[in-house]
């Protein structure tokens, strides 16, 4: 084969390869924000709200930092809330491969609440430890506003909203303990965080490092042996 025959094929088969690796090793992770119907018990009597709500995974070792956001606040107050003494708190359903709860708690309010006004509950964090592997999902549960020295509000969803996020986890022990997650794990076992532009990312990194190696091995196909010479 010429010379700059092999060489062309060297670096096409390099890239083919380069894709299928990127294509094989999409984030196994699925997010969507869901409209969650809550019904509240506050010491003013029942309130409902809808709000959207967003689920993010960020992984930390062997477990998953999880936050939750709200688009819209869900009750309000008939009297104004200083600063710091409403903070708020969630449990998530967790599903699919493993079960039970994730709590996650805001921080105190930092300005204050006018009255009447939905009280904002921002974000709040938790921690999920994995203890099956597989697809885990979850999905909203009851959210407590604890406001003045007590729970002034309890709401639970009421129509039965879907998971708003999904992990491909893998559980503490297991063989592959390196496992999979919101985006892929990187070398140091770092998992972005999920969305789209974490996930182009995170692919383009892996491409990149599949690339180097592909031209590794056109390096390699390209070198032309050294001819010995008759005596």
């Known amino acids: 084969m010429p010379y700059r025959r092999r060489t062309a094929w060297g670096l096409t088969a390099a890239t083919a390869v380069a894709g299928s690796a990127v294509l094989l090793s999409a984030p196994a992770a699925h997010a969507a924000v869901v409209d969650v119907d809550y019904a509240c018990e506050t010491k003013i009597g029942p309130k409902s709200a809808v709000s959207p709500v ?47 709860r994730v709590q996650v708690k805001g921080v105190p309010n930092a300005v204050a609440i006018p009255p009447n006004t939905p009280i904002k509950i921002g974000k709040l964090t938790g921690t999920y430890t994995p203890r099956k592997s597989g697809k885990v999902t979850f999905t909203a549960g009851t959210l407590v506003v604890h406001a003045l020295g007590m729970d002034a509000a309890t709401c639970k969803p009421t129509n039965s909203p879907k998971p708003s996020l999904e992990l491909d ?5 297991s063989s ?27 692919l383009g990194t892996l491409g990149g490092t599949v690339l180097l190696t592909g031209a590794a091995g056109v390096l390699w196909l390209t070198r032309r042996p050294a001819r010995h010479t008759a005596r």
Do not use: C, H, W
Not at 61 to 83: A, H, Q
Not at 169 to 173: K, L, M, R, Y
């Open 176 to 202: 592959d303990s390196g496992g999979t997650g919101s985006g892929g794990t990187g070398s140091g076992g770092q998992l972005p965080k999920t969305g789209p532009l974490d996930s182009a990312t995170a």
């Open 54 to 100: 967003d689920i993010k995974a960020e992984k930390n070792g062997g477990s998953y930092t999880i936050t939750m956001s709200f688009d819209k606040g869900v009750s309000d107050s008939p009297v104004e809330l200083p600063k710091g003494v409403m903070t708020p708190r969630a449990e998530l359903v967790v599903g699919g491969a493993d079960s039970g």
């Open 169 to 173: 986890v893998t559980a503490a022990g």
